[in-house]
């Protein structure tokens, strides 16, 4: 099993989807279940019509039906993505889920279902934990309070997602001349990176773009 991409609700797919076409930069693919994929250079992202869901989308030899894992929902499929055109310069980087109980994700991801885990540090200054699994090339990023809470018992939940990008103060002045609410850049958390938020256009979703700089 492989983390294949996203699903990301919305209650207006006919205004998603040209908002995600100019944030992503590539048209969808219409589905037979009624949703929009749009594939990227590393993953891909569904645009589902119900404002409430978010998922994280899994391709396996022998797909199960949708599940709750921890209160993220998981959707399974037996089809891969379709290539990406051959022009596409976004993919995603990370997808941000928000725990109160990182130990228990990790007993979870790694332990049971075998994704590696890439990075475990708590950044006291900044009262956060981050856990990094990987898998199909994507990040799954668990990020939690420090301290960690007495009370363990929430629900997981799917937050945002972040973008990796070639050139982004082109592609940033392009939503900007669109009418999209973007941050200016700023140095990311990860050294070396260059990092902008998308605050409007995104059907709600936090939505980080990220460029690797050097």
Sequence with gaps: MRLAGVCLGTDDLAAARPA?????????TPRDDGTLRFTLGRGSVDLVPDPTFRALRF??????PGATVRGVQIVTSAEGDEPPPADTAVAIDHV????VDPDGAIVWWR?????RLAFDREFPARHLRLVFFRSGGLTLEYASPLPAPPDRSGDDRIHGVSYRVTDLATR?????AA???????????RPGTTVATVRSATAGVPTLLLQVDG
């Design 20 to 28: 995600y076409e100019l944030l992503l930069g590539v048209s969808p």
């Design 59 to 64: 391709v396996a030899e022998h797909p199960s």
């Design 96 to 99: 941000v889920v928000h725990t």
């Design 111 to 115: 332990d049971r279902m075998n994704l």
């Design 172 to 176: 940033r002045q392009r939503l900007v």
């Design 179 to 189: 009418g999209v609410d973007v941050s200016e850049p700023r140095p990311g958390m």
